[in-house]
């Protein structure tokens, strides 16, 4: 997973370079902000924190550790080579599907229904726990990536989610909306908390619809789709 990561944002990179683009905008992760187990607990998260990509390594976030390297990779590369690099870092990106078929995200939204907890699936620290759960919408994740190729002031990394809560109050948000499901049970209560800001999106002039919506939205694709009955 390191390997074509990282060798593929070089030859995008390179590629940009060559045909004089004027700003690329990369896609990168949460999982590229949060995974720092030297941050201080009682700081705010924010994009000057910087997933420990050794540490990753060690406990085998390949996912983590590949997102890390390659964000560095491309923002490393704009500033050497005068290339206009803006990176946005979603969290875990909800909301209607486009394709015919899941992907990550929307699997682990798929198995709550059936009863299953699956975020290890993104490789979130204690994932079978209650624990603080970061959300946003992909059409708002599509909004940010505009707001950043598209303002002349945009620049450097912003963290892009809308909504925090805990897995639980996920679940019931969900048996509230959808009533007719199976859903987790017991998960073990986690005593960490996620905290971070994306003021700086904000500024941007980035903004978020409800994650009711987000929620609704999704489940009528995934029946339109065939995944839901």
């Avoid at 940009?16 to 999982?31: E, G, I, M, R």
């Avoid at 996920?170 to 509230?176: N, Q, S, T, V």
Wanted: net charge neutral; charged share 25%; glycine share 4%.
């Amino acid at each position: 997973m390191l390997e074509p990561a990282i060798t593929g944002t070089r030859n995008v990179m390179n590629a940009c370079l060559k045909s004089k683009v004027n700003k690329v905008v990369v896609v990168s992760s949460v999982l590229a902000v949060v995974v720092n187990p030297i941050w201080p607990k009682d700081q705010t998260i924010d994009e000057n924190c910087w997933s420990d990509a050794e540490f990753c390594m060690k406990t085998e976030k390949w996912y983590c550790a590949s997102k890390a390297i390659s964000e560095r990779e491309a923002l490393e590369f704009g500033k050497k080579n005068n290339l206009n690099v803006v990176s946005i870092c979603p969290s875990v990106v909800f909301g209607p599907m486009l394709q015919s078929t899941l992907c990550t995200t929307n699997i682990i939204l798929l198995n709550l229904f059936k009863g299953k907890n699956s975020l290890n699936l993104i490789e979130f620290d204690k994932a079978e726990e209650d624990r603080d759960v970061p959300i946003v919408d992909v059409r708002d994740c599509a909004k940010a990536l505009l707001l950043a190729y598209e303002k002349p002031e945009a620049e450097g990394r912003y963290l892009c989610s809308a909504h925090v809560l805990r897995t639980n109050a996920l679940i019931e948000l969900l048996k509230k909306l959808f009533p007719r499901y199976s859903y987790p049970t017991n998960l073990h209560v986690s005593t960490e908390d996620l905290n971070y800001t994306c003021e700086k999106l904000m500024n941007l002039g980035w903004n978020y619809r409800p994650l009711e919506k987000t929620l609704v939205d999704s489940v009528e694709k995934m029946k339109e789709a065939g995944f839901l009955s």
